[in-house]
C-alpha cells in the first residue's frame, strides 16, 4: 500500500479502540485475526460498512483451554472512532466509554495509531462479497438481544419452586443401577438472551388444514413466499443466509449452519424460479464465494457425510433448467455448476442414488 492510500484510510477509515485485552488474546475482525500483544490498543483504517469483530481469551493455566470464540456485529461510520472495554469476569467487550473518555481518544487519534493494528485491506473484497446482502434490519431481527454471538452458550438453571419440589418428591424414584449424570443434573436451559433469532423454516404454513398441508409439500413456493414474507423482503432471505454463513464459519457457531442449510434448502428444492429470478440470480453469486471460502475436507466431513449439498444443488440445478428462467440466469447456473464440478469434484450430471428410480426385475429383485 502506498503511502496517499494508507493517509487517505488513515483519515477516512474508522477506529476501533479495545482496552484491557489480556495478552495472548486472538482478536479478528471480518476475515483476519491476530494474537494481540500488551502495547495492543485496537483496530485502525476501518472501512465504513458492517463488520464482525470476534475474540478468543487464551488458557488461563496450564492444562486450560481456549475460551470459545465470541463476537459483535458493528456497522462503522466514516472517521468514527468506538471504543469498548474488556470485561474480565464476562470475558466479553463492554459497550462504549462516556462521552468525555470518547473524545479524548478522537482527540488522540495520532498518538494512538502505533498501537492499533491496520484493518487488513487485503481481504476486504473478500468479506464484502460473503456480507453484501447483510442489512441492519437483518442484524437487529437475527442477533442474540445480549448482542454477542457466541460458539457456546450459556446454560441457565432453571428455578424451582414449592410446587415442583413436591412434585419430584412424589415421582417414582430412579433406581440405583439407571443413575447417569443425566438424570442427576439440574433443569438447565440454554439462555435465551443467547440464541440466535433466526426466522423459522417451516415445512407447511403454520396453522395449515390437511390440504394445505399436503399442498406445500407438493409445491413448496406456498412456504418459500411465507418465509420471504417473515423476513420482510428477498433481499433479508439473503442477508440471513449471509449472517448465518458468517455465523458458523468465523463465529464458530453449529446453530448458524443449521440454519444456514435449511434456508439453502428451501432455496434449492424450490420451483418457483422464473417469479423471484432476481433474488435466484444473487443466491448464485452468493453460494459461489461462500463454497471458496470452506476447506475442501470440511465438506467431506460434514455436509457431504449425508450428501446434503450435493443433493441440494442438484435439486437447483435442475429446477433451474427446467424452469422458464432467462438464459442468462441459466447460464449463470451452468457455470456455478462446472465451477464446483471442477473445485470438488462434485458431479451434477447424473441424478443422486437416492432420488433415482428404483428397478425391480421380473422376479421382484431390487
Known sequence: MDQATAN???????????LDVPKGTEIGIDMHSWQVTANFKGIKMIPPGLHFIYFTVPPSGDGCQNSPRSGFFRAFSEREVVVRKWNTSLELFENEVVDEELQKFKDNKKELDRYCGPYPYDSYKK???????????????TQPKSGFVL??????????????????????????????????????QLDPNEQMNYTPVHRFLEGSDPKTITDCAVNSQLVLEDFISRCHSCQNVLGELQMAFICFLIGQQYDSFEQWKKVVGLL????????????????IS????????????FFVDI????????????????????????????????KFSKNLTKQFGWCFEEEPDDCAPVIVDEQGNY
Open 151 to 188: 460458539s457456546v452458550s450459556a446454560l441457565l438453571s432453571m428455578p424451582s419452586n414449592s410446587s415442583s419440589r413436591a412434585a419430584k418428591s412424589k415421582a417414582e424414584p430412579i433406581p440405583m443401577e439407571k443413575l447417569n449424570a443425566d438424570n442427576l443434573m439440574p433443569d438447565m
Open 127 to 141: 468479506w464484502i462479497s460473503l456480507s453484501q446482502h447483510i442489512t441492519a434490519h437483518t442484524v437487529q431481527r
Open 268 to 283: 434449492c428444492n424450490n420451483q418457483c424460479i422464473e417469479k423471484y429470478s432476481s433474488m435466484y440470480s444473487d443466491l
Open 303 to 334: 455436509v457431504s457425510s449425508d450428501n446434503f449439498l450435493t443433493h441440494t444443488l442438484h435439486s437447483l440445478f435442475t429446477n433451474m433448467q427446467n424452469s422458464d428462467a432467462s438464459s442468462d440466469l441459466k447460464t449463470r447456473a451452468a
Open 8 to 18: 487517505h484510510l488513515f483519515e477516512a477509515g474508522a477506529v476501533l479502540v479495545l
Open 286 to 297: 452468493v453460494l459461489h464465494f461462500q463454497m471458496k471460502e470452506i476447506p475442501e475436507d
